[in-house]
């Protein structure tokens, strides 16, 4: 039996979903964690190195998020946490839009779809703070916007969904991490 294999099967026995949460500095991937755990976002600093999180339970499956810094002195460590991921979350600040940000997470954005220890894995953009928006700009035209920005349709190697998202009221991060299960699902389970 190959490697990928054995991994894949043991995975399965284990109901066990790796997720790890990538994106600039101060989008808010340690609040959304937190969000995910119920505890306080109030009180959130720059992760300065990493933090494994465990959700269980979702959906049968305990979820084991990985919060790793987004400094840019930090991203050439983010490679260290790509083995076996099964899906990356990818998260972008809403508030940056128009911004010289959205270049740059297009840029680190681009080196992550391309390592090939991530190949494969479900990849779920959020773009988070839309509690920050003012009501005069649509959600939808910040979402087309990123969406052009990063050039997500360029991505042909990942399964990939966009969403807004609030990591202070919880919007649609449900909706988002149930796509993230049933990709991982729909993977894992292919040759079964
Ligand atoms: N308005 C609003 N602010 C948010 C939201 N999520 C995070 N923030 C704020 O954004 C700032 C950065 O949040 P963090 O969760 O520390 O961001 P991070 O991506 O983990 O940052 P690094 O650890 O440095 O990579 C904090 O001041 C948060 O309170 C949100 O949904 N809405
Ligand atoms: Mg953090």
């Not at 190959?2 to 894949?8: V, Y």
């Not at 508030?95 to 220890?117: I, P």
């Not at 609030?166 to 149930?178: C, F, K, M, P, V």
């Given at each position: 039996?190959?490697?990928?294999?054995?991994?894949?099967?043991?995975?399965?026995?284990?109901?066990?979903?790796?997720?790890?949460?990538?994106?600039?500095?101060?989008?808010?991937?340690?609040?959304?964690?937190?969000?995910?755990?119920?505890?306080?976002?109030?009180?959130?600093?720059?992760?300065?190195?990493?933090?494994?999180?465990?959700?269980?339970?979702?959906?049968?499956?305990?979820?084991?998020?990985?919060?790793?810094?987004?400094q840019s002195s930090l991203r050439p460590f983010w490679r260290n946490y790509f083995d076996?991921?099964d899906v990356v979350i990818w998260v972008v600040d809403?508030?940056?839009?128009?911004?010289?940000?959205?270049?740059?997470?297009?840029?680190?954005?681009?080196?992550?779809?391309?390592?090939?220890?991530?190949?494969?894995?479900?990849?779920?953009?959020?773009?988070?703070?839309?509690?920050?928006?003012?009501?005069?700009?649509?959600?939808?035209?910040?979402?087309?916007?990123?969406?052009?920005?990063?050039?997500?349709?360029?991505?042909?190697?990942?399964?990939?969904?966009?969403?807004?998202?609030?990591?202070?009221?919880?919007?649609?991060?449900?909706?988002?991490?149930?796509?993230?299960?049933?990709?991982?699902?729909?993977?894992?389970?292919?040759?079964?």
């Open positions: 039996m190959g490697l990928l294999t054995t991994i894949r099967k043991q995975k399965i026995k284990d109901k066990e979903i790796r997720v790890l949460i990538l994106g600039l500095d101060n989008s808010g991937k340690t609040t959304l964690v937190r969000h995910l755990l119920h505890e306080d976002v109030s009180t959130v600093s720059p992760t300065l190195g990493f933090a494994i999180r465990t959700l269980s339970d979702i959906g049968g499956y305990t979820l084991q998020l990985w919060d790793v810094g987004g076996r991921t809403a508030t940056t839009v128009g911004e010289e940000r959205l270049s740059e997470c297009r840029a680190e954005l681009s080196k992550v779809v391309a390592e090939d220890k991530l190949s494969g894995a479900g990849v779920l953009v959020l773009v988070n703070k839309i509690d920050s928006v003012p009501s005069s700009v649509s959600i939808d035209d910040i979402v087309k916007t990123v969406r052009v920005a990063l050039a997500l349709d360029r991505i042909t190697n990942h399964e990939w969904i966009i969403l807004p998202c609030s990591a202070y009221t919880g919007e649609n991060i449900d909706q988002g991490l149930r796509w993230a299960i049933d990709e991982v699902k729909r993977r894992l389970y292919r040759f079964d």
